[in-house]
C-alpha cells in the first residue's frame, strides 16, 4: 500500500494515500482498534455530518462571505454531496470507540470533505480547522449529527414501512370479519373471538407506537448546531444557529429548529432516550406480533367458522400462511 506524510501537533503521520482523511482521524484509527469492521460508526451518522457541513458552509457564506468565499461553498457543497450520498464511505473508517465527544468523526468529516474539496477545487483551497469546521465545535457537531440521523432514520425509513404493515393489517381485518375462532390466554383456549378482532389489536398496537414517536420527533429536531465548544456560541456569528438550522431544513426537506438553550443541548440527550424508548415499545410490539402468529399456526389443527357457513369450512392456520406476515 502507499501512503502519503500528513502533520499534525504530535509529529508526522502515514495515511493511505488513496484515502481523503488526514492526521487526526489517522491517529484515531490506529489508537482505537477494537470493534474494526463491526463497529464503525454509523453510515446514517456519517451521512448526517454532509448535511450539517453543508449547511454549515452555506449559513457561514451569508453571515462570513469574506472567510466563506462563493469558491469555497461550491467546493465544500459539493464534497458534502457526496458523503450524504455514501459515495465516500469509505473515507470514514473509524469505529465507535473514540472521546465521549465524537471528536475525531468530527475531524474525519473536516479532512475528508477538505481533502475532496480541494481535489474539486484543483488547488489547495480548503483547511479542515479553518474552513469546514468555522464557527462549530466537535461539542455542537455531533449530538446534531445524532438528531439528524435519528430524525431521517424515523420519518424516511421506518414510518413508510410501517405505515406499510398498518396497512396490511387493516386490509386482513375486513376480509377476515366474521371468521370466529377460539380466543387464548397462556395457551389455553378461552372465549371467542373474531380473526378481524384479533388483527385489530395488532395493528393499534402499531398505531400506538407510531404515535410515540411522533411526540418524540419535535425534540429531536432542536439541533445543538451553533452552541460551539459548550453552550455560548462563542467563535460562531450572531445568527449562526439559526441560519444553520434553516440551511438543515432546506437540505433534508425536515422542520428542525435551533435549540433554545444550548448548554442543555450539548450537555444531555434525553430526547435520544425518550424516542429510543418507543422504538423499544414498538420493537416489543412486533416481537409479540410475531410470537402471537407462531403460536396461534401451532395448532391445535381447529376449523375455524364463518357466520353462515358450514362448520370446518375454513381453517384459520390457513389464513395466517395465506396472509403473507
Known amino acids: 500500500m502507499d501512503y502519503r506524510i500528513e502533520h499534525d501537533s504530535m509529529g508526522e503521520v502515514k495515511v493511505p494515500a488513496d484515502k481523503y482523511w488526514a492526521a487526526q482521524t489517522e491517529r484515531s484509527h490506529e489508537n482505537f482498534k477494537i470493534g474494526v469492521g463491526i463497529e464503525t460508526m454509523p453510515r446514517e451518522i456519517t451521512h448526517a455530518f454532509g448535511v450539517l457541513k453543508k449547511a454549515a458552509a452555506i449559513a457561514n457564506h451569508a453571515l462570513k462571505p469574506e472567510k466563506m468565499t462563493d469558491e469555497k461553498l461550491a467546493a465544500i457543497s459539493q464534497a458534502c454531496d457526496e458523503v450524504m450520498s455514501g459515495s465516500l464511505n469509505d473515507h470514514f473508517p473509524l469505529v465507535v470507540w473514540q472521546t465521549g465527544s465524537g471528536t475525531q468523526s468530527n475531524m474525519n468529516a473536516n479532512e475528508v470533505i477538505a481533502n475532496r474539496g480541494n481535489e474539486i477545487a484543483g488547488?489547495?483551497?480548503?483547511?479542515?480547522?479553518?474552513?469546514?469546521?468555522?464557527?462549530?465545535?466537535?461539542?455542537?457537531?455531533?449530538?446534531?449529527?445524532?438528531?439528524?440521523?435519528?430524525?431521517?432514520?424515523?420519518?424516511?425509513?421506518?414510518?413508510?414501512?410501517?405505515?406499510?404493515?398498518?396497512?396490511?393489517?387493516?386490509?386482513?381485518?375486513?376480509?377476515?370479519?366474521?371468521?370466529?375462532?377460539?380466543?387464548?390466554?397462556?395457551?389455553?383456549?378461552?372465549?371467542?373471538?373474531?380473526?378481524?378482532?384479533?388483527?385489530?389489536?395488532?395493528?393499534?398496537?402499531?398505531?400506538?407506537?407510531?404515535?410515540?414517536?411522533?411526540?418524540?420527533?419535535?425534540?429531536?429536531?432542536?439541533?445543538?448546531?451553533?452552541?460551539?465548544?459548550?453552550?455560548?456560541?462563542?467563535?460562531?456569528p450572531k445568527g449562526f444557529d439559526v441560519k444553520v438550522a434553516e440551511a438543515v431544513s432546506e437540505i433534508t426537506g425536515k422542520d428542525f429548529i435551533t435549540a433554545p438553550n444550548k448548554f442543555h443541548a450539548l450537555t444531555s440527550k434525553d430526547e435520544i432516550v425518550f424516542a429510543h424508548g418507543a422504538l423499544k415499545a414498538l420493537a416489543a410490539d412486533l416481537m409479540k406480533i410475531a410470537n402471537d402468529i407462531r403460536w396461534l399456526a401451532s395448532g391445535p389443527r381447529r376449523r375455524g367458522r364463518r357466520h353462515g357457513s358450514k362448520p370446518g369450512q375454513l381453517r384459520a392456520e390457513r389464513l395466517y400462511a395465506r396472509a403473507h406476515l
Open 123 to 236: 488547488k489547495k483551497l480548503l483547511h479542515p480547522n479553518d474552513d469546514i469546521n468555522m464557527s462549530q465545535s466537535s461539542n455542537d457537531t455531533f449530538p446534531t449529527a445524532i438528531s439528524i440521523a435519528a430524525v431521517l432514520g424515523i420519518e424516511d425509513k421506518l414510518f413508510p414501512a410501517l405505515d406499510k404493515l398498518i396497512g396490511t393489517f387493516l386490509r386482513l381485518e375486513k376480509e377476515n370479519e366474521g371468521i370466529v375462532k377460539s380466543g387464548r390466554t397462556h395457551l389455553q383456549d378461552a372465549t371467542p373471538i373474531t380473526f378481524s378482532q384479533e388483527i385489530s389489536g395488532w395493528r393499534t398496537s402499531l398505531e400506538k407506537d407510531r404515535r410515540l414517536l411522533e411526540i418524540a420527533l419535535p425534540e429531536l429536531k432542536e439541533l445543538a448546531l451553533g452552541g460551539t465548544a459548550v453552550g455560548t456560541g462563542l467563535n460562531a
